[in-house]
Structure formats: structure tokens, C-alpha cells
């Protein structure tokens, strides 16, 4: 059986458009966007989905990465296959020109979680010196298994101390001034991939290192092996990693590990009854605050002759606060403007990440007041609230105050009520994931996982991650590839805006089992369903968080591999990120690979500029890593590569375990 399917061995993707009938601005298939699509057409109001429009065609030299800008002897574009126009000016060529902008996406998003990551662990380590008193341990077991995971002796010490120990350590993986590699990054991941990132030279000794170098690295002047630059990419990608884990480990011991939770998403969760605060960004610093403040005000609320206060969220934020208090979902990254659009939002709470600062001018037309609350993420004709951990219940209660009283000013005529919504199940961490699991195998839990793979009864594992990008029509590459992926018993988990795309549609929901799994999936599911008595149900697609919170379904892989003994290279475990759009994604899609796994993106990334660095990500990288990047725009076609990667692994599996098993050997380690 070959590696890839791909009879070209080229790993080119279909000719399917990469702009989906680009003058079309109705590029959604969510029917609540549809309707509200509607409404700022009838209002003449722009959004996301009229300028995806007026930006076609968009620029060819960017769009495949050989547009260099990093001095301003450029911009420099490769016009020519040689002679002078096939290089900038000072002498970069095409796969060094395409290498270092793909890494500097990644700086960016590493950048973007890392520092997500250091505010919750500065906030952990103010709450343990008594400065942030509005924030408690809530979950006590996670501080002490991550505590004992990262090495921290925890015995007759206070919670506090422990909790101290743990943020100072998470603090130190930012920057520290010796070569050992990251804590959160070393004591998460198999054996195997600790050799093989240290063989490699791309295991980071700290986060804010590993980005700084990577600027240097990439500066005008500096490396110009095009497969140099990937690696120090790679180290960066893996300090994303590190800073993710932070994130979520920390929030989990702050707000609590979440458990399964029911709840509903779409816009039709917005309740024209009701004092409507929507909380946008990723940092539940700031939204976890908000909801306990709402509920602390409700009689307040109340007397405006509103029936009370309703949260809901908006993209990863919404995505916490889904997971761990069961709070509605109302959008996904693509339809946040859309939301102000119902006309009964009477605050929009921002903190960091993904949000769009039309949000403000949309509020010309409505009544919604737009809060920013971070010192690096404020928004012209914004109202910012400097918000500090220090008085964080003081600053929530202002700010929902803000909500409250701009309720009088919402205009009855201008409210369009959506009736879209869905029934979600959410709130799967992976210790949420283990406990379902453990009900039919208390001893070993993930086997019962891999055992179902081994048997043929499920095929793999796909976790399904990344945003909504208006390339395409916002949500269709999520719904159409997980159609394909149920009905060929994959065990499917979510993340991010895909998450939402998916919890928007119903496919969240118990009743989509019946509707799109497989015979093999759904026995599997029903199994679990039956060992658990969950009054609930089981969903078709497990929700496992923000898109901060991709660490618990690596860790998922990482458990598969330590259960199977094999690195993770060799596990049925694929990812797709169908629409693809921030940094943040390249370098979470970057380090999977790193991690082994088959990445599949929807929404084509600048490469095609240097075939080097196309060969590179798609396949190269199978050989140092066993993961590689699968690049197709045509999401039936994405689904059947990615069966075909599952495929390929149970069946080298399978070939390996019986070999052992016939000559009484170990298991083969080959990928
Ligand atoms: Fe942003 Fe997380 Fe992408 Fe959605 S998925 S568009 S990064 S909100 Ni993370
Ligand atoms: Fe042009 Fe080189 Fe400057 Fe880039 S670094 S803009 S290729 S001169």
C-alpha cells in the first residue's frame, strides 16, 4: 500500500476552485447568517461577506507567498523562473522568500496563544500571592495531576503554594536562560517524540526565544536555506504548542476541567426578552467574570422590565464558556458581525483575537455597545475598559452594568429575532473523554478507543479545527467533510470555529448520530452510550474547546500512541482545519505535523510560489516527522485523503502487530 494515494506522487491538490463564486456575497450555508445577510442588505450595512467580495481577484504574487516585504527595498516579487526577476533585490529567491513568510505566520500565532497562555498564568500566580482575589482554584485535582506531572513535589504543601510552584514553572518555559527544553512541552508528549524533536533540533528551551530567533532567522540578510527556515519555523510551532498547553491546563485549574454539558448555538439563542450580552475573543479571563457578574445582577437587570440577562458567545471564548458553564454559542469567526445585526445586543464584550473592528461601525446602525477590555486589542469608536485582574469582579460588574443600562435604548423596530438554533452536547476535555471511556474499561481507558480502531469498528480518530475563511462559503467545508468522515466511522472531535460551525448545524447534537454516523461509529457510540446512562446522549462530533485547547486532542493522540506502544507517527489519528484562515492555525497545523500527524487544510496557504516548499510540507516532512500537510480545496476529495492516511496507518499497523505476534518480536517502530 502506498504512503500517499496519490498516483502523481506530486500531492497537488484537485482543480477545485480556490474561490468559491467569488462575486456571491450570501457565501454562507448557515441559515440564521442568511437571514441576517438579509437584513444588512436591506440596511445597506457592510460586513465580512460583502468585502470577501470586493477584494476579488486577490493578489497572485501573495497568495502564493513570493510578495517579500521584510525591507523596504521591496516590496520584491518573484516575476521570472530566472535572470534577475527571479529573485528580490538583495538576492533572496523564491523558496527562501515563500519559507520565511510562512514562518513569520507562524511568530504570529505563536505570539498570539503564548501570550494568551502568559495571562492566564500571571493571573494564577497573582491569585496564589493574594492579588487576584476574584479568581479561585477550581479545580484542585488538575492543579496537582499537572503540579505532579511537571515534577513539582506537592506533599504537605498548601493548595496555593502548589498552585504558585505550577505558574512560576508555566512562567519559566516563556524564557529561561539555559538550553533545556519546555516543561509543558517535554512532559506532554511520547518518548519518541522527545528524541525526535531534540535529533532534530526543534524542541524550544523557551516560547518568547523561539519567536524572537525566528524574526532574526527570517530578517532581510539572514538564512537563506529555505529548509533551515522550516525548521526554525518548527521550533516556534512547537513553542505554540507549549503555550497552548499552558493556556488550557491553567484555565482548567482556574475555571474548572470541563465535564459534558448541554446547551444550544446559532444566533437564535440571542432572546429579544432579554438583556443581551454577547463575550467575543479567547481569554475567559475576562468572559468567565462577565457571566458571574450577570448572574450577581439579574434582579438589577430585572427592573428595566427586561426577564433578565443572557450571555452568549462569540468564536473561542464563546467556546470556553460553552465547555465549562454550558453558555449558548452564537457565532462562529464569520458571522460575529451578523450578530449585532439581530438589533437586540445590547453589549458586545471583547477581549482578545479573531475579533473585527467593523463590529463598530455596524453599531452606528444599532444600538449595541462595543467593549474592549485589553490594553493590546482596543477598536476605534470602541468604549475601553482597562479590565485588571486585580479588581476583575469590580471591572465585570461595571461592564455588564454597561449592558444593562443601554437596554432602554434598544429600538423595538430594529430587532430581527433568528429562530436557528441547535441542541448542543459539549464540555469534552479529555479527562471527560476518558471518563466515558472508562465506564466500559475502567483500567485502561483509551483502549477502548484503539481496541474499536484495531477491530475495524471505527476507523481512526479526526479532530476537526481552524476557522471560517469567506473563500469559501462560511461553515460548508466543516459540514460537507465531517458528512463524509461520520459516514465512514471516524470518531470525530472538534475545536475552535469549526467547533461552532458544527455545534451551529445540529451535528452536536445525540440525534445527528442516527442521521450521518456510520454502522461502525454508531456502534461504537452507542456502546459508550450504554455504559454511561448519560441522560443527554452522546454527540456526533465531541467538542473539545477553544482553539486554544488543540493540546487535549494532541494529548488524545499522545495517549493513543502510549496505549498502542507506538509513537504517534504510527496512529490512526488525522486533523483538518477545512477553512482555514488565522496564523494561529499555521502554526497549530505546523506543529501537528511536527507531532505526526496528517494535516489537512482546506484553504490553500501562500506555498505554491516555491514547489521546494510545497514538496517540503507535503511530503518531506512525512519522512523527518511522519506528519505532513495535505493541501485540498475540494472537501469530498479532503475527506477521502484523510480516510486514506487513516487507512494506511491501521493497515501498516496491523501488518506490524501481526509480524510481532507470529515471530514473538516487538512491535515494529518504522512510520
Ligand atoms: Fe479565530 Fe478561535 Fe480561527 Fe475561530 S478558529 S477564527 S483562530 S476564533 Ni481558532
Ligand atoms: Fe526585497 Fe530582499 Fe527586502 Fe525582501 S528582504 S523586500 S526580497 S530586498
Known amino acids: 500500500m502506498p504512503r500517499f494515494s496519490d498516483s502523481t506522487h506530486t500531492a497537488r491538490p484537485s482543480d477545485a476552485p480556490r474561490v468559491v463564486d467569488g462575486k456571491n456575497r450570501e457565501r454562507t450555508v448557515d441559515p440564521a447568517a442568511l437571514e441576517m445577510l438579509q437584513v444588512s442588505k436591506e440596511l445597506g450595512q457592510i460586513t465580512a461577506f460583502d468585502r470577501a467580495v470586493a477584494q476579488q481577484p486577490q493578489c497572485q504574487f501573495g497568495y502564493k507567498g513570493i510578495c517579500c516585504r521584510i525591507c523596504i527595498q521591496g516590496p520584491c516579487r518573484i516575476k521570472a523562473d530566472d535572470g534577475p526577476a527571479s529573485r528580490g533585490i538583495c538576492g533572496a529567491s523564491a523558496y527562501t522568500i515563500v519559507a520565511r513568510n510562512l514562518v ?123 529548509v533551515n527556515i522550516i525548521f526554525g519555523g518548527l521550533k516556534a510551532a512547537l513553542a505554540d504548542y507549549t503555550g497552548m498547553h499552558i493556556a488550557t491546563d491553567l484555565t482548567d485549574v482556574i475555571f474548572g476541567t470541563p465535564k459534558p454539558t448541554v446547551s444550544e448555538a446559532n444566533l437564535g439563542v ?87 473592528p467593523t463590529v463598530t461601525t455596524l453599531c452606528e446602525c444599532f444600538h449595541t455597545k462595543v467593549v474592549t477590555t485589553n490594553e493590546i486589542a482596543k477598536m476605534p469608536n470602541a468604549l475601553h475598559y482597562p479590565f485588571n485582574e486585580v479588581t476583575a469582579m469590580e471591572d465585570a460588574r461595571a461592564i455588564v452594568k454597561i449592558a444593562i443600562d443601554n437596554y432602554a435604548n434598544r429600538d423595538p423596530e430594529k ?92 451535528f452536536m447534537s445525540p440525534l445527528a448520530v442516527d442521521t450521518y454516523a456510520g454502522p461502525g461509529l454508531k456502534a461504537f457510540l452507542s456502546r459508550l452510550q450504554d455504559a454511561n446512562k448519560l441522560s443527554h446522549g452522546l454527540p456526533l462530533v465531541f467538542h473539545m474547546g477553544a482553539c486554544v485547547d488543540n493540546t487535549r486532542s494532541a494529548d488524545l493522540a499522545t495517549a493513543m500512541a502510549n496505549e498502542m506502544g507506538v509513537d504517534v507517527p504510527k496512529v490512526p489519528f488525522v486533523a483538518s482545519a477545512p477553512e482555514a484562515m488565522h496564523e494561529k492555525a499555521v502554526a497549530i497545523g505546523a506543529w501537528c505535523v511536527t507531532m505526526g500527524l496528517p494535516v489537512h487544510v482546506g ?48 493497515w501498516k499497523l496491523g501488518v506490524h502487530l501481526n509480524a510481532a505476534e507470529k515471530y514473538g518480536t516487538s512491535l515494529a517502530q518504522g512510520y
Open 104 to 226: 513569520r505566520y507562524i511568530a504570529g500565532g505563536t505570539s498570539s496563544h503564548s501570550d494568551h497562555g502568559r495571562h492566564i498564568a500571571r493571573t494564577l500566580l497573582h491569585m496564589s500571592e493574594g492579588h487576584a482575589p476574584d479568581y479561585k482554584i477550581a479545580d484542585p485535582g488538575k492543579l496537582y495531576k499537572v503540579a505532579q506531572r511537571i515534577g513539582i513535589a506537592t506533599e504537605g504543601k498548601e493548595e496555593l503554594e502548589v498552585a504558585k510552584e505550577v505558574a512560576v514553572a508555566a512562567l519559566e518555559d516563556y524564557g529561561r536562560y539555559n538550553d533545556d527544553a519546555c516543561t509543558f512541552l517535554n512532559t506532554t508528549i511520547t518518548k519518541g517524540r522527545e528524541a525526535k524533536f531534540r535529533a532534530t533540533n526543534v524542541a524550544p528551551t523557551s516560547i518568547d526565544r523561539s519567536v524572537v530567533q525566528l524574526l532574526a532567522q527570517t530578517t532581510m540578510g539572514m538564512d537563506a536555506d529555505p
Open 270 to 356: 440571542i432572546d429579544p426578552d432579554k438583556i443581551n450580552i454577547a463575550v467575543h475573543g479567547h481569554n475567559p479571563l475576562v468572559s468567565e467574570m462577565v457571566v458571574a457578574a450577570a448572574h450577581e445582577l439579574e434582579a438589577e437587570a430585572q427592573k428595566t422590565g427586561a426577564k433578565g440577562i443572557n450571555i452568549v458567545g462569540i468564536c473561542c471564548t464563546g467556546n470556553e464558556l460553552l465547555m465549562r458553564k454550558g453558555v449558548y454559542l452564537a457565532a462562529n469567526s464569520a458571522s460575529q458581525e451578523l450578530a449585532i445585526m439581530t438589533g437586540a445586543l445590547d453589549a458586545m464584550i471583547m477581549d482578545v483575537q479573531c475579533m473585527m
Open 415 to 506: 430587532v430581527t429575532a433568528s429562530k436557528n438554533k441547535s441542541k448542543v452536547v459539549a464540555g469534552f476535555s479529555l479527562e471527560a473523554l476518558e471518563e466515558i471511556f472508562a465506564a466500559v474499561n475502567p483500567d485502561r481507558p483509551i483502549s477502548v478507543l484503539t481496541d474499536a480502531i484495531k477491530s475495524g469498528e471505527i476507523k481512526g480518530v479526526c479532530l476537526f479545527a481552524g476557522c471560517n475563511n469567506l473563500k469559501g462559503f462560511q461553515d460548508q467545508g466543516h459540514l460537507e467533510m465531517i458528512k463524509e468522515m461520520a459516514a465512514n466511522d471516524v470518531f470525530l472531535v472538534a475545536t475552535g470555529c469549526s467547533a461552532g460551525a458544527f455545534a451551529k448545524a445540529g
Open 603 to 650: 484553504t490553500m496557504p501562500p506555498v505554491e510560489g516555491s514547489d521546494l516548499i510545497y514538496g517540503v510540507v507535503t511530503q518531506i516532512a512525512h519522512d523527518v516527522f511522519g506528519g505532513h500537510f495535505i493541501l485540498e480545496m475540494d472537501p469530498k476529495l479532503a475527506a477521502k485523503k484523510l480516510l486514506n492516511a487513516l487507512e494506511y496507518r491501521t
